[in-house]
Every structure is written in C-alpha cells, then in structure tokens.
C-alpha cells in the first residue's frame, strides 16, 4: 500500500473517530438535560425551532442559574414561612381570591430570601427550571388561575388547585423533601391543609 493510501486511510479513521465522539458527547449532553430538566426538557424542545436549539437555550439557563447567589433558607426563617403560609391557607376559606393573590406573593418572596431575581414571570420559570423543573408546572397552572382570578374568571375550585399548585412549588422552595430530618411534621401539616382547601 502506498503512503498515499495510509494517509487516506488515517484521515478515514480520523473522520470516524471525531464522529463517534461527536455523537456520544451530544448523547450525554442531551441525557444530562433530560434528567435536569425533565418534562422542561420536552416543552423547550417543542417551543423552539430545533432540538439543537432548544438544548443551547437549556445549556444557558444552567449557566445562568449557576452564577446565582442560590442559598437555602435558615430553619428559622423557613419556619416563618412556613407560619405564613398556613395563615394565608386559613384565609382562603373566606377570601379565596386574595389568598392565591396572597400564595403568589408568598412564593415569590421565598424566591427572593433564597437568592432567585423575581422581576419577569418568564425569567422566574427560566431560573426555576434549572433546580425546579419537577414542581414548574404546578407555578405555571398557579399562576395561570392566579391571572383569571384577578379578572374575576377563575371559580372556587380553581382557585384551590391555585393554592395546591403554589404549595408544591413553595414547599420544593423551602426546602421540604422527603429526606430532610423534621420534615414528617410538615407532610402530615400538608397532608391534613389540603384536605382542609
């Protein structure tokens, strides 16, 4: 074989290999965000013109979130909030409307204490979605009704999915998950709140 052909047949190779390779770092980049970003993942892909495009646009809301100030709260200041919320679930059953207003407000001032910007509703989705992704869609249905209520188009029953909505993003915020020591009293509290909207 002439040194001609092994060139060839080095550069094949080559082409090959950096294919491979290709493939696989986009495969893994592409598992990474689906299981960051779960159903995020699918809904950007399908808002945007192509999946290259929206996995760049998931890319930057990493990098955005990751030179955020993101803290988690302290147990007293998470306890305060967790007062409050249980105030404003207890007004509900006279002011349904001003109670989501309130739920709203609450949950973004939680987003606030931990360290999130809370100006543009979309930017709040964008950031939240980074560590968020599970309880988004509960923000965005809450915040939907939240939006027809304030124009007096949203019943009593919406207006308790509003609540149960805000709850699951507020809880995720304050840092309630199942693992965290203490937080048995919280679920049994949750458990027993939602049975009472």
């Known amino acids: 074989m002439s040194a001609a052909a092994w060139v060839v047949v080095v550069i094949a190779a080559l082409v090959v290999i950096l294919a491979i390779g290709y493939f696989v770092t986009t495969q893994n980049r592409r598992r990474h965000l689906q299981e960051r970003f779960g159903p995020e993942y699918?809904?950007?892909?399908?808002?945007?013109?192509s999946r290259r495009e929206a996995e760049q646009e998931l890319l930057a809301r990493e990098e955005r979130h990751a030179k955020l100030d993101i803290r988690p709260l302290d147990p007293e200041t998470r306890e305060t909030y967790a007062k409050k919320w249980t105030e404003v679930q207890e007004r509900f059953v006279d002011a349904p409307g001003f109670a989501v207003t309130e739920a709203d407000a609450l949950v973004s001032a939680v987003m606030a204490e931990r360290g999130y910007p809370t100006d543009e509703f979309e930017q709040r989705l964008?950031?939240?979605?980074?560590?968020?992704?599970?309880?988004?869609?509960?923000?965005r249905q809450a915040h939907d009704i939240s939006s027809r209520a304030a124009r007096q188009d949203a019943s009593t029953e919406e207006l308790r999915q509003a609540?149960?909505?805000y709850r699951a993003?507020?809880?995720?915020?304050?840092?309630?998950?199942a693992g965290d020591p203490g937080n048995d009293r919280h679920a049994a509290r949750s458990t027993a709140e939602e049975a009472d909207l």
């Open 42 to 49: 699918d809904r950007t892909v399908e808002e945007r013109e």
């Open 126 to 139: 964008s950031d939240l979605s980074v560590a968020h992704a599970a309880t988004l869609d509960h923000y």
């Open 163 to 165: 609540m149960v909505h």
């Open 169 to 177: 993003l507020f809880q995720e915020l304050l840092g309630e998950t």
